[in-house]
Structures are given as C-alpha cells and as structure tokens.
C-alpha cells in the first residue's frame, strides 16, 4: 500500500481529493506487455473513504455517499469508501494518474447540485391553433382524394 504525490486532482471550485487520504494498492495487470507483465504490479487501486473524510463540505459528502452507494460504486463494511481500479496503461504512474483523474470526475459529478425542477408551462394559444389548423386541411386534403364526387 502506497500514498499518492503529485498535482492536486480537483473535484470542484476550491476543494480538491486530498492526498493523505488516497491508498493505493498495486496489482499484477491483465493485457499486454509480454514477459514485463508478469514481473511488475502495473494495475492500481484507489481507495478513499467517502464516509470519514472531513475535506468535503457535509452537503457535498451526503449528496456524494447517496448518489455513489445507490449506483452500487461504494465498498466497505460501512459502504463509504470509493475505489478506483486503473489498468489500460503499461506504467504504474501513468495507471495511477488515471485512476486519480477518474475518481476526481466521479465525484465532481457526484457531488454537484441536482438539476433545477422544471417548471410546467402552459402552451401558447397560437401554437394551438396553427395546429388544429394544419390538422383541419390535412383531413380536407385526404377527403378531397375520394373519387365519389366525380360523375
């Protein structure tokens, strides 16, 4: 298990994922690479425990805990620890910035706020109209194409 350095990964405005409380862990990593597959622990696991964090304001951590834990993303006896898993590069760094990158969206996008309630309005009378209008000489159009009146 490993600590992150690096640049600041920001979530949102002024708050950024906070080092000291990223854990990594390194794995052997499926794919391709040959022999040197086989010899490095190139695949990385990010863990960050969303429940205890004190960096993210209480709204956003609420907010970020129901959206994750009910998308099935948070793990743990408590189900408040976020993890990340990284393997499409051969570098362990670069698997690492990955994961750092994609957990930092992950939670911008889980703590923003929620989309305003759309408000219901009513449909303009003109619209109305030209509508029945068009209706009106579409069926005038069809019933025009009876052969009935000619004689």
């Known amino acids: ?35 040197h597959v086989n010899t490095s622990d190139t695949q990385v696991e990010l863990r960050f425990d969303l429940a205890a964090t004190q960096v993210l304001p209480e709204v956003w951590k609420e907010r970020a805990l129901e959206r994750l834990s009910g998308a099935g993303r948070l793990v743990g006896a408590d189900g408040g620890v976020l993890v990340v898993r990284a393997s499409e590069h051969r570098s362990q760094w670069r ?4 994961a750092a990158t994609r957990m930092a969206a ?12 759309r408000r219901k309005k009513k449909v303009p009378r003109g619209v109305n109209e030209r509508r029945l209008r068009k209706k009106q000489q579409r069926g005038d159009l069809k019933r025009g194409r009876s052969g009935r009146d000619w004689s």
């Open 1 to 35: 298990m490993g600590h992150m350095s690096g640049p600041p990964y920001v979530i949102r405005g002024a708050v950024s994922l906070p080092e000291a409380e990223l854990v990594c862990r390194f794995t052997r990593s499926s794919g391709p690479g040959g022999q």
């Open 95 to 98: 698997n690492r910035e990955a």
């Open 106 to 117: 992950l939670l911008a996008e889980a703590t923003a706020p929620p989309p305003r309630p």
